[in-house]
Each structure stands twice: as structure tokens, then as C-alpha cells.
T-cell receptor, first 114, second 113 residues
Framework: EAQVTQNPRYLITVTGKKLTVTCSQN?????MSWYRQDPGLGLRQIYY???????DKGDVPEGYKVSRKEKRNFPLILESPSPNQTSLYFC?????????????FGPGTRLTVT | AQSVTQLDSQVPVFEEAPVELRCNYS??????LFWYVQYPNQGLQLLLK??????LVESINGFEAEFNKSQTSFHLRKPSVHISDTAEYFC???????????FGPGTRLSVLP
């Protein structure tokens, strides 16, 4: 089954404790991205990757890091989480970055930073 | 850069009634338009998209959207909603190169029995 998986689905942590949210896709997609979803703001892109070892900032990259060492994986790293990073996070993948390619979304990770 | 406006944050409607979810966009270049749906506790799924050709596009579950270039709109409609249509709906726009993909703030559709 074609899918995007994220782990963990739920995470409660404290300010400053480094964490990683994993994302994996089994569709051999080149393009992957991370979004955060906040009420009234929709989804905002954090980082994206056009292929292995190629990553770039989205609209709200501050406080986040990513890496793309393998085509299927695109982890999101919060080196020193803060309460304003409490949010619902989605990983997505698509065949390419072209606007016409459908994005496939993971189930989401709900992060709470206290 | 593109932007998307969804004026209605919440739309309650009774089962079997028609519904329209409004979406307006702003862009200086040609765009692709999308509607994504997010069911409770799930990720987003593509509902329908406009790439080119006929301005009226349809989904498999009875939704349709019409691209109106002069009014820069892409409203989503369904003539008769079901309880199972309860979800959040996001309008999105992308330039043709995919350099700028933007989601609207979302509209929460609640279908009441």
C-alpha cells in the first residue's frame, strides 16, 4: 500500500529537549516536505527536499532542521523545542515539485512542548 | 507569490442540504488550484484539482469546483451533503513550476442530522 508514515503520532516534551519526528514514504517520490498546521492559519511549509541531499527552507523554518540522506526518509529535527512549536505536523511527498503532482500526506504528529 | 482566502472558517449545514465553500486566490501568474479534505484525526487527501481545460472539475464523491479566472475563485460545491462529509476543507494554489504552493486557512464543514 502506498503511504507516508510518521512517528510518533503524539509527543509531549519539555522545552529544550531535542526531538526527532520521522517520516518515510514507499512511493519512490523525489519531493518531500514538512508542514505545521495551526488553527486559523492552515498549513505552512517548514522545509522541503527536492531529492537526496537537497533541502531548502519553506515559509517557517526557524527552530527546525531536516536531512535527506535516503530517498524514502525525511526526518524533522527540533534541536531545542519551545512552546511556540506546539502544533500538528504533517509530512508529505509527491513525485516532483511540479504543481500538478498530487501531494500525499502522512497521518500527522501532534507535538506539545511544555 | 500566491495567497488563498477562505472566508468561512466554519460552515454548519443539515444533511441532504446543498453547500458551497468559498475560495479566492491572488496570483500574478497562472496557477493550479486544489481542494484537499482532512477527516477527523487524519492527514489531508486530495479531493479535486484544476490544472487546465474545463473549468468545472468533479470528485468521485459528488463534490465539484469551478475555476473562475475573472473572479479569481475556486468555490467548492455539493448539491446534497452527507454526515460523512464532515471534515475540514483546504483550498490550495500553486504556480505552474511548483515554486510556491500555498494552503488557505481551511473551512470546517459540519453536517448535522
Amino acid at each position: 500500500e502506498a503511504q507516508v508514515t510518521q512517528n510518533p503520532r503524539y509527543l509531549i516534551t519539555v522545552t529544550g529537549k531535542k526531538l526527532t519526528v520521522t517520516c518515510s514514504q514507499n512511493m519512490n517520490h523525489e519531493y518531500m516536505s514538512w508542514y505545521r498546521q495551526d488553527p486559523g492559519l492552515g498549513l505552512r511549509q517548514i522545509y522541503y527536499s527536492m531529492n537526496v541531499e537537497v533541502t531548502d527552507k519553506g515559509d517557517v523554518p526557524e527552530g527546525y532542521k531536516v536531512s535527506r540522506k535516503e530517498k524514502r526518509n525525511f526526518p524533522l529535527i527540533l534541536e531545542s523545542p519551545s512552546p511556540n512549536q506546539t502544533s500538528l505536523y504533517f509530512c508529505a511527498s509527491s513525485l516532483s515539485r511540479l504543481g500538478l503532482d498530487e501531494q500525499y500526506f502522512g497521518p500527522g504528529t501532534r507535538l506539545t512542548v511544555t | 507569490a500566491q495567497s488563498v482566502t477562505q472566508l468561512d472558517s466554519q460552515v454548519p449545514v443539515f444533511e441532504e442540504a446543498p453547500v458551497e465553500l468559498r475560495c479566492n486566490y491572488s496570483s500574478s501568474v497562472s496557477v493550479y488550484l486544489f481542494w484537499y479534505v482532512q477527516y477527523p484525526n487524519q492527514g489531508l487527501q486530495l479531493l479535486l484539482k484544476y490544472l487546465s481545460g474545463s473549468t468545472l472539475v468533479e470528485s468521485i464523491n459528488g463534490f465539484e469546483a469551478e475555476f473562475n479566472k475573472s473572479q479569481t475563485s475556486f468555490h467548492l460545491r455539493k448539491p446534497s451533503v452527507h454526515i460523512s462529509d464532515t471534515a475540514e476543507y483546504f483550498c490550495a494554489v500553486s504556480d505552474l513550476e511548483g515554486q510556491n504552493f500555498v494552503f488557505g486557512p481551511g473551512t470546517r464543514l459540519s453536517v448535522l442530522p
